[in-house]
């Protein structure tokens, strides 16, 4: 079993509409969490940090439940360019190393 | 330069040849980062750099995978012998200080070299 579990997806869905992604972790030593996005053939980028207060960077919104070491983001108001393919990502501690999910594919269509 | 940038962008290696695949970081950063991303699949730690110091080489998956950073600031990543199972992008990542993204610290991929060995 994976470290991180994503469902592959794709979430097809149309451009305004509302999406939301899960995604699991199964050590409880992970301290850090974040969001990266990766185009098609591109290299992955930071999309947001996940604090455990929940936070929001415009149309999107980023949640941690410690309790049951899951993480979500929301996006609002899809647009075209929202699509693309999301990775759950983790740390422990203050290690360097990043794990990845094996990311969820998000196609916004007109 | 402007970001990370990895050389070759592409690489087709006959089963069994060697192979060398080059990262120049950002200017002035001093962790680097190897990761190995296989088709479907999310990015999977390799090893670590901090100058040229090799800090952590355990997600190297065998023997025949080995990499340098000689003077702290290009790196290479050699794969000896390579096999069907190595075909994946590999990715360079480098961050200004160490930590790599632990500790929010932001990490800078380069597009990376996608491998094809046949």
């Known amino acids: 079993r994976k470290e991180v579990e994503q469902d592959p997806g794709p979430f097809n869905v149309p451009e305004g509409a509302t999406v939301a992604f899960n995604c699991t972790y199964s050590?409880?030593?992970?301290?850090?969490f974040f969001w990266y996005r990766q185009d098609c053939r591109k290299e992955p980028k930071l999309l947001m940090s996940?604090?455990?207060s929940g936070n929001e960077d415009g149309r999107f919104t980023a949640q941690l439940n410690r309790a049951s070491q899951y993480i979500s983001l929301l996006i609002r108001d899809s647009k075209l360019s929202d699509s693309a393919t999301y990775l759950c990502?983790?740390?422990?501690?203050?290690?360097?190393?990043?794990?990845f999910g094996s990311g969820t594919r998000l196609l916004v269509r007109p | 330069g402007a970001g990370v940038s990895q050389s070759p962008r592409y690489k087709v290696a006959k089963r069994g040849q060697d192979v060398a695949l080059r990262c120049d970081p950002i200017?002035?950063?001093?962790?680097l980062f190897w990761y190995q991303q296989a088709l479907g699949q999310g990015p999977e730690f390799l090893t670590y750099?901090?100058?040229?110091?090799?800090?952590?080489k355990s997600g190297l998956p065998s023997d025949r995978f080995f990499a340098e950073r000689p003077e702290g600031s290009v790196s290479t990543l050699k794969i000896q012998r390579t096999q069907q199972e190595d075909s994946a992008v590999y990715l360079c990542?480098?961050?200004?200080?160490?930590?790599?993204?632990?500790?929010?610290?932001?990490?800078?991929f380069g597009s990376g070299t996608q491998l094809s060995v046949l």
């Open positions: 050590n409880s030593a992970s301290q850090s």
């Open positions: 990502v983790v740390s422990h501690g203050s290690s360097y190393k990043l794990i």
């Open positions: 996940v604090y455990s």
């Open positions: 750099f901090q100058n040229e110091a090799q800090l952590d």
């Open positions: 990542a480098s961050s200004l200080i160490g930590g790599g993204g632990g500790g929010g610290e932001k990490l800078f």
């Open positions: 200017s002035g950063h001093v962790s």
